[in-house]
């Protein structure tokens, strides 16, 4: 069987946009690179669930936004309009299929938008909501949204802001109107980054980029209020040198989680008990690159794709569906200024 995975990047050095590459699951192997749509510097992707429109964040023209390609009959992606303002892109993107929305998180505004898609993929601002504070490290003087996306049963978009150390939960309404219902408040410097939630609904796993830490929360779908169950640690104790913490993916039985460390370039993983409220770390490996930013587990949780962005690698990781362990299968599939893997 092959699988198409598709790579965001930066284009700082040598790359071009926004790739994609084959998985031949029977040999184990990711093969074929080709550049699917060029861009400048599309760092995170969404796709519509029909894989023909691409939504990527860019730069045109020196402003930072959202844009839309569609594909073709020869199967290109051809661009059919962007959203910019002044300033940097977002860095997240969350697919709404049932509206037909975009949310968006923008790690230098604080900003938080929602974006209207229509059936020929042109993009429209629908609204935008601009967090406020700060907090107790260096990196956390002004918001920095992070993420922005679903609940499970949709009825809320959830966004996580490293720079204010707090996970809010929106109400949207059917114009793309948001409304803040929750605000859950993150231990002093833990810089909420990426969040996932446990099949049942009821437990959440907030990763907190600056404190290296993985928060198990649950979560109240009536009210979207979040509550702290626990927190365990990415890297060992006596690793004192620079991380921060990245990606976090769950299998899709909802019994292991993954997390990937940047500076540490390991992904650590969890046997996951008690519902989901607890975490037991079973393993901790190296992602054989340098800043292993993105990485996924692929359509029916086989393999594992990391991501490199200073290292221009991928590498392959064969995953055990019943002890949730990876096991390296290939390393150094050239990738360039990886940052975002899409399956």
Known sequence: MKETIYLGTYTKRASEGVYQITLDTEKKQLENLTVVAKADSPTYLGLSPDYKTLYPVVK???????????????????????VTAEGAP????????????????????????????????????????THQGSSVHENQQTPHAHYADLTPDQHYVVACDLGTDEVYTYSVSTEGKLTEVARFKAAPGTGPRHLVFHPNGKVAYLFGELAS???????????????????????????????????????????????????????????????????????????????????????????????????????????????????????????????????
Do not use: W
């Open 90 to 129: 977002p860095c997240y993107v969350g697919v709404d299929a049932t509206r037909n929305f975009l949310y968006t998180a923008n790690y230098h505004k604080g900003e938080i938008a929602v974006l209207q898609t229509a059936a020929d993929g042109t993009l429209t601002l629908l609204d935008t909501v």
């Open 213 to 343: 830490v993985v928060v198990v929360l649950s979560y109240d779908a009536a009210t979207g209020r979040f509550k702290e169950l626990e927190t365990v640690p990415t890297i060992p104790e006596n690793f004192t040198d620079f991380n921060g913490g990245a990606a976090i993916r769950l299998s899709k039985d909802g019994k292991f989680l993954y997390a990937s460390n940047r500076g540490h370039d390991s992904i650590v993983v969890y046997e996951v008990q008690n519902d989901g409220a607890s975490l037991k770390q079973i393993q901790l490996i190296s992602t054989e690159g340098q800043i292993p930013r993105d990485f996924n587990l692929t359509a029916r949780d086989e393999f594992v794709v990391v991501g490199h962005q200073e290292s221009d690698n991928l590498t392959l990781f064969e995953r055990d569906p019943q002890t949730g362990l990876l096991s390296l299968v290939q390393k150094d599939v050239y990738a360039p200024e990886c940052v975002c893997v899409y399956v």
């Open 60 to 82: 045109i023209d020196g402003k930072g936004g959202m844009a839309s390609y569609r594909k073709n009959e020869n199967g290109e992606f051809i661009f059919v309009n962007g």
